[in-house]
């Protein structure tokens, strides 16, 4: 199993945080290999346990925080022993309990292990004000945006661009006016491929541009 470049998308894969043609990729393969897709068939439990995780409890929005999933994950394949399943069900009830807890203190504290890249962003949208700093993840790039100034009620989609000048979705929001929102947009294109991102206002014809960054 080592050497499968796919075994470190699993985690993310059955978190549903992959964008949309990787999650395809991922499923085409996990339905070929046999090794992924018991791995798959191991961890929907402890995703399911995470689901019951209560979001309100963190004060910053994610249902579970980007780098919980992938911690849970490295704890259970961790602690995997290979033929004795009735044990694993104990362990990976345990190991979901304590990533959630060290997971949402670390979180509380602004996760100091998570490299934060500030970038400028530039508003085209009169009173929007905002800031944004990435976060590189093997599985692609979270674009962590703060900002007031986007019309209440207002749907904004955002696109990665990478340096081929493709554009790939990382998601959207609702713009909150004067009250300050904080997003975490995640998109499946590497950092190291990334060259920028836009925000546009979804209900506009034109799809204007709300906001800009170039890295
Ligand atoms: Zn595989």
Not at 4 to 32: K, N, T, Y
Not at 60 to 72: F, H, I, Q, T, Y
């Amino acid at each position: 199993m080592s050497g499968d470049p796919f075994r470190e998308s699993l985690g993310a894969f059955v978190l549903g945080q992959l964008g949309e043609p990787e999650r395809i990729a991922v499923q085409a393969h996990v339905d070929g290999c046999p090794a992924c897709r018991a791995e798959v068939a191991d961890l929907r439990p402890a995703v399911e346990l995470l689901g019951l995780a209560d979001p309100s409890r963190v004060s910053d929005a994610p249902a579970v925080p980007a780098g919980l999933g992938e911690s849970v994950l490295a704890r259970i394949r961790a602690e995997r022993r290979p033929r004795r399943a009735p044990r694993r069900a104990a362990l990976v009830a345990a190991a979901v309990l304590i990533a959630v807890s060290a997971g949402g203190i670390g979180y509380a504290v602004g996760r100091p292990t998570a490299p934060l890249e500030p970038v400028a962003v530039a508003g085209s949208a009169p009173g929007v004000s905002a800031r944004a700093a990435l976060v590189p993840h093997t599985w692609g790039m979270e674009i962590k945006l703060e900002a007031t100034g986007f019309t209440p009620g207002r749907a904004y989609r955002v696109l990665v661009r990478d340096r081929a000048g493709r554009q790939s979705p990382a998601g959207g929001f609702v713009g909150t006016g004067t009250v300050p929102m904080t997003c975490n947009l995640n998109s499946s294109v590497l950092r190291r491929d990334a060259a920028g991102f836009t925000v546009l206002d979804a209900g506009d014809a034109g799809g204007a541009v709300a906001l800009a960054a170039d890295f």
